[in-house]
């Protein structure tokens, strides 16, 4: 019947309770009247749907998401792989990655959200067992969020810094640098093993003052600038998040695309310098035998899996503000590109000044290309100070990563946010005072990372919160969705919602190829660990077990929460297990026995009855 195309998840349980009732037939036409026996269980979820917010417009949503996957790791880390890793060859596995496990994921859990219309915990009522994986994410989000703000926080620092004739990270003449620290115009003279440039060790010594701190055990108070800056972020997050999607899908149409505004001026200017075209073809040049090394590979897959912000709970939360019929299939096709382009086109950007920096100072590009915080921190500013106006570019490149950063933060506090609101339900009536704990807790935790020694708190955060943890997230959430909910049930939900079922393509993706993907990362993430080191300074074990903690705390949601629910549920063993794996809209089917819509869905079910069975026939016997 066509009143079941835009009907809410609850009522597919009950489609046999429908009633239709020949009234006449005139004209060679019958006219039919139908009844839909709902139960209190569809009663409620449209109760709750048609309560629910929802982007005040399309484009909210869609700034929204690009504006949480294109973040400073598009900038800082994706140029500097495609250059070590062959240039234009590093293409191919990044983009084998991205058809095979990047769009799949990114596209199953738009749908996921959407369809659910709850957060990251509360769409597994799918299979209630499952649902500590969305605590999981929940948890990761958290702890990102404890040191992503710090980075927000170091480019105000920057750009407050900026607004002077002569930018400070120019010269040696400051009172944090050392004796170590010289000019590239002086370098013929200084030994390359103590060399310091002035932008790092305004950077080092005169941001972070890491010199007054001997390691992660002597961190001492927060640095006031520091703590200021991080206020202003946290402030600024908490009036873009309090009243939901309604301020911050207005926020993001400034934070989503002055991004693309600035890296666009840039690129102008970048490739109007000497050297700049050196850099680009460095970037770019072909370099098919790198491809012969897995290392390639891996660094690839990698990049894909943390580029899109699959496994963050994100993508959820903001999927479930989507109005029920939304074509999610085509946004995550738009998106997903959106951000692989950008990744692409910011590399011209960069290796352009890198460029032009390697000819100005006469070294080699390897000598100033690198990733992470060094490229935008250090790098990047030293490259814009050489310039005419170098206040104002650096105003605008500090602007711009200010812009980077906000949108990825508010994605990864909605995630938190909307994850815990759903799931306890008496949260929504106080949202703006939820929102308040959350932000200023994270300020709190956050101000570890401000401390003279805060870049090695900052370090071991970024090395064990998000690793192995996000990945084995992402790894259960494909495995709970493919082969216990079941593909075919999830490809009925997306009909449901867009009017057509997923291709074989993406069904083959969901079972076999992104489970089996995502298998393999997780082996080799444990498999080539390595304890975490920061320049010279090698961490001591006791902070390597306290980032593994850190690291297993939210991978233990797991199977605590499938043990803390196998616990509750009444019955039998075999009873328990099926009510948690069966969607919680079908329970009223295992309480009168029919247990076959399962049973033909997961076949573990027939293996456990069988397994008893053989048990017990063999004991008698």
Same mark, same amino acid.
């Given at each position: 019947?066509?009143?079941?195309? %835009?009907?809410?998840?609850?009522?597919?349980?009950?489609?046999?309770?429908?009633?239709?009732?020949?009234?006449?037939?005139?004209?060679?036409?019958?006219?039919?009247?139908?009844?839909?026996?709902?139960?209190?269980?569809?009663?409620?979820?449209?109760?709750?749907?048609?309560?629910?917010?929802?982007?005040?417009?399309?484009?909210?949503?869609?700034?929204?998401?690009?504006?949480?996957?294109?973040?400073?790791?598009?900038?800082?880390?994706?140029?500097?792989?495609?250059?070590?890793?062959?240039?234009?060859?590093?293409?191919?596995?990044?983009?084998?990655?991205?058809?095979?496990?990047?769009?799949?994921?990114?596209?199953?859990?738009?749908?996921?959200?959407?369809?659910?219309?709850?957060?990251?915990?509360?769409?597994?009522?799918?299979?209630?067992?499952?649902?500590?994986?969305?605590?999981?994410?929940?948890?990761?989000?958290?702890?990102?969020?404890?040191?992503?703000?710090?980075?927000?926080?170091?480019?105000?620092?920057?750009?407050?810094?900026?607004?002077?004739?002569?930018?400070?990270?120019?010269?040696?003449?400051?009172?944090?640098?050392?004796?170590?620290?010289?000019?590239?115009?002086?370098?013929?003279?200084?030994?390359?093993?103590?060399?310091?440039?002035?932008?790092?060790?305004?950077?080092?010594?005169?941001?972070?003052?890491?010199?007054?701190?001997?390691?992660?055990?002597?961190?001492?108070r927060p640095r006031w600038q520091l703590t200021s800056c991080l206020a202003v972020v946290i402030v600024v997050l908490y009036f873009s998040l309090w009243k939901g999607v309604k301020t911050s899908g207005k926020v993001v149409w400034v934070t989503a695309t002055m991004p693309y505004v600035v890296l666009t001026v840039l690129l102008?200017?970048?490739?109007?310098?000497?050297?700049?075209?050196?850099?680009?073809?460095?970037?770019?040049?072909?370099?098919?035998?790198?491809?012969?090394?897995?290392?390639?590979?891996?660094?690839?897959?990698?990049?894909?899996?943390?580029?899109?912000?699959?496994?963050?709970?994100?993508?959820?939360?903001?999927?479930?503000? %989507?109005?029920?019929?939304?074509?999610?299939?085509?946004?995550?096709?738009?998106?997903?590109?959106?951000?692989?382009?950008?990744?692409?086109?910011?590399?011209?950007?960069?290796?352009?000044?890198?460029?032009?920096?390697?000819?100005?100072?006469?070294?080699?590009?390897?000598?100033?290309?690198?990733?992470?915080?060094?490229?935008?921190?250090?790098?990047?500013?030293?490259?814009?100070?050489t310039l005419p106006g170098s206040s104002v570019w650096a105003v605008i490149f500090f602007i711009m990563l200010l812009t980077l950063g906000i949108d990825s933060a508010m994605g990864g506090m909605e995630s938190v946010i909307t994850g815990l609101i759903d799931e306890f339900k008496f949260l929504h009536k106080h949202r703006e005072?939820?929102?308040?704990?959350?932000?200023?807790?994270?300020?709190?935790?956050?101000?570890?990372?401000?401390?003279?020694?805060?870049?090695?708190?900052?370090?071991?955060?970024?090395?064990?919160?998000?690793?192995?943890?996000?990945?084995?997230?992402?790894?259960?959430?494909?495995?709970?969705?493919?082969?216990?909910?079941?593909?075919?049930?999830?490809?009925?939900?997306?009909?449901?919602?867009?009017?057509?079922?997923?291709?074989?393509?993406?069904?083959?993706?969901?079972?076999?190829?992104?489970?089996?993907?995502?298998?393999?990362?997780?082996?080799?993430?444990?498999?080539?660990?390595?304890?975490?080191?920061?320049?010279?300074?090698?961490?001591?074990?006791?902070?390597?077990?306290?980032?593994?903690?850190?690291?297993?705390?939210?991978?233990?949601?797991?199977?605590?929460?499938?043990?803390?629910?196998?616990?509750?549920?009444?019955?039998?063993?075999?009873?328990?297990?099926?009510?948690?794996?069966?969607?919680?809209?079908?329970?009223?089917?295992?309480?009168?026995?029919?247990?076959?819509?399962?049973?033909?869905?997961?076949?573990?079910?027939?293996?456990?009855?069988?397994?008893?069975?053989?048990?017990?026939?063999?004991?008698?016997?």
């Amino acid at each position: 019947p066509t009143f079941m195309h %835009n009907s809410y998840p609850c009522i597919r349980g009950n489609v046999g309770k429908v009633e239709l009732i020949l009234v006449k037939e005139q004209n060679g036409v019958q006219f039919t009247s139908s009844t839909l026996v709902a139960s209190a269980c569809n009663e409620t979820a449209a109760s709750v749907s048609d309560e629910r917010e929802t982007w005040g417009k399309k484009i909210d949503f869609l700034l929204s998401v690009i504006g949480f996957a294109v973040d400073l790791a598009n900038v800082w880390r994706f140029p500097y792989l495609c250059y070590k890793n062959g240039g234009g060859a590093f293409l191919v596995p990044y983009l084998f990655f991205m058809v095979i496990a990047g769009m799949p994921l990114f596209y199953m859990e738009l749908a996921l959200g959407q369809y659910n219309r709850e957060g990251a915990a509360g769409v597994w009522k799918i299979c209630p067992i499952f649902k500590g994986v969305g605590f999981t994410v929940i948890l990761i989000s958290l702890y990102v969020g404890f040191y992503y703000n710090v980075i927000i926080s170091w480019a105000l620092f920057y750009l407050f810094s900026s607004f002077t004739d002569e930018l400070p990270w120019v010269h040696c003449n400051n009172t944090w640098n050392s004796p170590n620290c010289s000019d590239w115009a002086d370098n013929s003279s200084v030994n390359d093993i103590y060399k310091v440039t002035p932008a790092q060790e305004y950077f080092d010594r005169g941001v972070l003052h890491i010199q007054d701190s001997n390691g992660i055990d002597d961190l001492g108070r927060p640095r006031w600038q520091l703590t200021s800056c991080l206020a202003v972020v946290i402030v600024v997050l908490y009036f873009s998040l309090w009243k939901g999607v309604k301020t911050s899908g207005k926020v993001v149409w400034v934070t989503a695309t002055m991004p693309y505004v600035v890296l666009t001026v840039l690129l102008l200017r970048g490739v109007t310098l000497p050297g700049a075209i050196d850099g680009i073809k460095a970037y770019l040049s072909v370099d098919f035998l790198r491809l012969c090394d897995a290392k390639v590979w891996i660094e690839a897959a990698t990049q894909i899996c943390f580029s899109l912000g699959v496994g963050f709970g994100v993508l959820i939360a903001f999927s479930s503000y %989507n109005k029920f019929s939304n074509n999610c299939y085509r946004d995550a096709i738009i998106t997903s590109s959106i951000n692989s382009l950008t990744s692409f086109f910011s590399g011209f950007v960069v290796f352009s000044f890198l460029g032009y920096l390697s000819q100005k100072h006469n070294v080699a590009l390897d000598k100033v290309a690198r990733d992470g915080a060094g490229l935008v921190f250090v790098i990047y500013p030293e490259a814009i100070a050489t310039l005419p106006g170098s206040s104002v570019w650096a105003v605008i490149f500090f602007i711009m990563l200010l812009t980077l950063g906000i949108d990825s933060a508010m994605g990864g506090m909605e995630s938190v946010i909307t994850g815990l609101i759903d799931e306890f339900k008496f949260l929504h009536k106080h949202r703006e005072l939820f929102t308040l704990f959350i932000v200023v807790s994270t300020f709190l935790i956050s101000l570890f990372c401000v401390t003279n020694g805060g870049m090695y708190v900052f370090t071991l955060l970024d090395y064990f919160a998000a690793g192995t943890s996000i990945l084995f997230g992402v790894l259960i959430e494909a495995i709970g969705i493919a082969w216990f909910y079941g593909v075919d049930r999830f490809s009925d939900d997306i009909e449901e919602m867009i009017g057509h079922r997923p291709s074989r393509y993406w069904r083959l993706c969901w079972k076999f190829v992104s489970p089996c993907f995502l298998l393999v990362m997780v082996i080799v993430s444990f498999a080539t660990f390595h304890p975490p080191t920061y320049g010279t300074y090698t961490f001591p074990p006791w902070a390597t077990t306290v980032g593994w903690c850190l690291a297993m705390s939210s991978m233990a949601m797991v199977p605590l929460y499938a043990i803390y629910k196998l616990c509750s549920l009444p019955g039998k063993f075999c009873d328990r297990l099926a009510y948690a794996i069966t969607p919680e809209t079908d329970h009223h089917l295992v309480d009168q026995g029919e247990v076959r819509q399962f049973t033909v869905s997961i076949e573990m079910i027939i293996v456990l009855y069988s397994a008893k069975y053989f048990y017990t026939t063999t004991s008698e016997r």
